[in-house]
């Protein structure tokens, strides 16, 4: 565990700029688990893909995931799409004709060995945050979105 020195005082903190920070946070994030998930051949969207299909016994309906992912990050329909096929094309999924789409046996090994790597992502993440203040920073958030006539939602 490394040692970690808060650059600002809590007076200094106040006045400091949230859409700074909270985009600072999102980034740096972000790019860590982009980082990690890269190491295994996978963009975020394709590890969103086989994590939505991790139970889906019989598969789910490709217009169905694409209509649950396409707001996270703004990825949109155009990327999901592409992402799918592309999983497709590395024999991680199948599709039937119907547009179901499940992951095969080596789908759900790529998938087994991402979910372990995401808790050590999310591990080193959080390291030194209790999680009432993980909670409480995200329901500050969540504030600051409704105040401004925002929406944010993650399933």
Same mark, same amino acid.
């Given at each position: 565990?490394?040692?970690?020195?808060?650059?600002?005082? #809590?007076?200094?903190?106040? +006045?400091?700029?949230? @859409?700074? /920070?909270?985009?600072? $946070?999102?980034?740096?994030?972000?790019?860590? &688990?982009?980082?990690?998930?890269?190491? %295994?051949?996978?963009?975020?969207?394709? /590890? /969103?893909?086989?994590?939505?299909?991790?139970?889906?016994?019989?598969? !789910? +309906?490709?217009?169905?995931?694409?209509?649950?992912?396409? =707001?996270?990050? #703004?990825?949109?329909?155009? *990327?999901?799409?592409? +992402? &799918?096929? $592309? %999983?497709?094309?590395?024999?991680?999924?199948?599709? #039937?004709?119907?547009?179901?789409?499940?992951?095969? +046996?080596? =789908?759900?090994?790529?998938?087994?060995? *991402?979910?372990?790597?995401?808790?050590?992502? !999310?591990?080193? &993440?959080?390291? =030194? &945050?209790? #999680?009432?203040?993980?909670?409480?920073? %995200?329901?500050?958030?969540?504030?600051?979105?409704?105040?401004? @006539?925002?929406?944010? /939602?993650?399933?």
């Amino acid at each position: 565990m490394t040692t970690f020195t808060y650059s600002h005082s #809590d007076t200094a903190l106040v +006045d400091q700029p949230i @859409g700074y /920070w909270s985009s600072a $946070a999102g980034s740096a994030v972000v790019h860590h &688990i982009r980082a990690h998930l890269a190491e %295994l051949g996978l963009t975020q969207p394709q /590890w /969103w893909v086989l994590a939505q299909l991790a139970d889906a016994r019989d598969g !789910r +309906d490709r217009t169905e995931v694409v209509t649950l992912l396409r =707001g996270y990050l #703004d990825t949109g329909d155009g *990327a999901l799409l592409h +992402d &799918i096929g $592309a %999983l497709h094309d590395r024999g991680l999924i199948t599709e #039937d004709a119907a547009g179901r789409i499940a992951l095969t +046996d080596e =789908g759900h090994a790529l998938r087994s060995r *991402a979910a372990e790597r995401q808790k050590k992502v !999310r591990a080193e &993440i959080h390291e =030194g &945050i209790t #999680d009432d203040e993980y909670v409480r920073a %995200l329901k500050v958030l969540q504030r600051m979105i409704h105040n401004v @006539g925002g929406t944010a /939602w993650h399933h």
